[in-house]
């Protein structure tokens, strides 16, 4: 009778082979390079503004500017003249988990 062949089906992250420290120095990579690709995002956006474009038509994209009323709520003064327990009462709670990342300088730096 043939023997059963197990496979193995879990997907292998992209990453697998990367200590914890590089993956933290990857991650650093990465958001430096976004946020240097978010700076030239706001300068062309600033452009579009200062020129008062409307919309405009590239050869790939097609872009619109759109000016509107953006209406927030202020949490601390609801909750300083609701109180905090209406405030609890009327709100949903949900968990977060962050990722902090900060640059490691100087004698910071690993040896």
Avoid at 25 to 34: F, I, N, P, S, T
Avoid at 50 to 62: I, K, T
Wanted: aromatic letters at 4%.
């Amino acid at each position: 009778m043939p023997q059963a062949t197990a496979y193995c089906t879990q997907a292998v992250s992209l990453f697998h082979n990367l200590s914890i420290g590089e993956l933290a120095d990857q991650l650093g990579h990465v958001k430096a390079e976004a946020a240097e690709i978010k700076g030239r995002e706001d300068a062309l956006r600033a452009e579009l503004i200062s020129r008062g474009v409307e919309s405009a038509e590239g050869m790939l994209f097609r872009v619109t500017v759109t000016r509107a009323t953006r209406w927030t709520l202020d949490a601390e003064r609801i909750k300083a003249e609701m109180g905090e327990l209406w405030t609890v009462a009327h709100s949903k709670v949900s968990s977060v988990t962050s990722v902090r990342l900060s640059a490691r300088t100087g004698a910071q730096q690993a040896a």
